[in-house]
């Protein structure tokens, strides 16, 4: 069944979150056979209907971070009903994607066009930080890749953290409230992948700035 609008796919977008719990229970052995079984056939007719619907295809050919969030959706799933041939198909589309999505310079444009710009470029940040973990688990680094035009992940974060930090003025539209809380997460993540006392100690500001991080 193919109902609703394509964009209400992103809603799901900490599934991948959910599938790693769900993989801690069955290596736990929480889950029973049968169970185990309903769930794999259940992600299983899910990943067909992600992959063959029509809003799945057409989140499939969306550009921003949609785009991002349904390939990490489409690559969790079928790492863990271990489809090899789509989990190979998604992960050798990784490198143009990034290439689609982040400058030289760290700049995500198709974000920085939204009118909360900088929430939009977190957002769009932490689909890679997803990316990138579900691919390491394929012994694909995507943390230090660099795209032939010189983008990658940390220098899409190194462009931003100036901003959050407010050592500078965001010069795009932020129409609405800035959530730190997201990059907050993201810098812990950043100091332990990329071995950077320096990220630890600009998360260290933001909870200083505010408590709630």
Not at 119 to 129: I, P, R, V
Not at 179 to 208: C, G
Request: with cysteine.
């Amino acid at each position: 069944q193919d109902t609703g609008k394509r964009i209400g796919i992103i809603d799901i977008h900490l599934y991948p979150k959910l599938i790693d719990a769900i993989s801690i229970l069955e290596s736990s052995n929480r889950i029973s056979p049968a169970n185990d079984t309903a769930i794999h056939n259940w992600f299983k007719d899910f990943l067909h209907w992600l992959r063959y619907s029509k809003n799945g295809k057409q989140e499939f050919n969306s550009k921003n971070n949609h785009k991002t969030f349904y390939e990490n959706l489409v690559l969790s799933i079928a790492l863990f009903c271990k489809d090899e041939t789509v989990v190979s198909k998604v992960l050798n589309s990784t490198e143009s994607l990034m290439a689609s999505q982040i400058q030289p310079d760290g700049k995500q444009p198709l974000e920085l066009r939204r009118t909360n710009a900088l929430w939009y470029s977190t957002f769009g940040l932490c689909a890679w930080f997803t990316m990138a973990s579900l691919a390491e688990r394929q012994h694909i680094d995507l943390w230090n890749y660099q795209t032939p035009g010189g983008g990658s992940i940390r220098k899409a974060l190194d462009f931003l953290l100036p901003y959050v930090l407010e050592e500078k003025i965001w010069p795009y539209q932020q129409i609405g409230h800035f959530d730190e809380r997201q990059f907050y997460d993201l810098l812990l993540v950043a100091a332990n992948k990329y071995h950077d006392k320096e990220y630890l100690a600009a998360a260290e500001r933001l909870k200083e700035k505010d408590n709630s991080v």
